[in-house]
């Protein structure tokens, strides 16, 4: 059965702790992507690759590092660096450039 | 600066009525849309794209016009259903994007 897996589905972190939400799919697409939501802010890009062992900066990376070792994984590391990191994070991929995304189930962060 | 507006944030429109979500795009270079629909806590799910080359695709209950002149899009749902009741983001890319370029959304109800 293919798809996106993300995990956890909820994930609590302390100030000051990095934690890192996983993002898996089995469809076989070049392009991953991370996205964050907010209240009223749409998707907002944070990190993307379209090929393994590679990754570029989205529009609000600060805060965030990636890694793209496997075409099957591309994991968020959420750092002590992001000042605001409470919001829900989905992934996404794409087989090709103008598919369009197919997106997992999301994970929601809340710092306490 | 937004690239991708979607100005109401919200709409409500009764059952089998026809709703109409609106979507205004700044980047002429935009050459390929889509819409989503999102329900709480979880993953968009594709909706209903366009090419730039066409001003209307249809699927089904759906259909998405293009207005490339206005830089304006539009998603119709005909008739409007209680599960068609969610949050429905327009989205657009360049040929030389890398990524989709998302509006903040419409909540239908």
């Known amino acids: 059965d293919g798809g996106i897996t993300q995990s956890p589905k909820y994930l609590f972190r302390k100030e000051g702790q990095n934690v890192t939400l996983s993002c898996e799919q089995n469809l076989n697409h070049d392009a991953m992507y991370w996205y964050r939501q907010d209240p009223g802010q749409g998707l907002r890009l944070i990190y993307y690759?379209?090929?393994?062992?590679?990754?570029q900066k989205g529009d609000i990376a600060e805060g965030y590092s990636v890694s793209r070792e496997k075409k099957e994984s591309f994991p968020l590391t959420v750092t002590s660096a992001q000042k605001n990191p409470t919001a829900f994070y989905l992934c996404?991929?794409?087989?090709?450039?103008?598919?369009?995304?197919?997106f997992g189930s999301g994970t929601r962060l809340t710092v306490v | 600066d937004q690239q991708v507006k979607q100005n109401s944030p919200s709409l409500s429109v009764q059952e089998g009525r026809i709703s109409i979500l609106n979507c205004d795009y700044t980047?002429?270079?935009?050459?390929?849309f889509l819409w989503y629909k999102k329900y709480p806590a979880e993953g968009p799910t594709f909706l209903i794209s366009i090419s730039s080359i066409k001003d209307k695709n249809e699927d089904g209950r759906f259909t998405v016009f293009l207005n490339k002149s206005a830089k304006h899009l539009s998603l119709h749902i005909v008739p409007s259903q209680p599960g068609d009741s969610a949050v429905y983001f327009c989205a657009a890319m360049s040929q030389a994007g890398t990524a989709l370029i998302f509006g903040k959304g419409t909540t239908l109800s």
């Open positions: 996404a991929t794409e087989p090709a450039t103008h598919y369009g995304y197919t």
């Open positions: 690759s379209q090929i393994v062992n590679d990754f």
């Open positions: 980047n002429s270079m935009f050459d390929y």
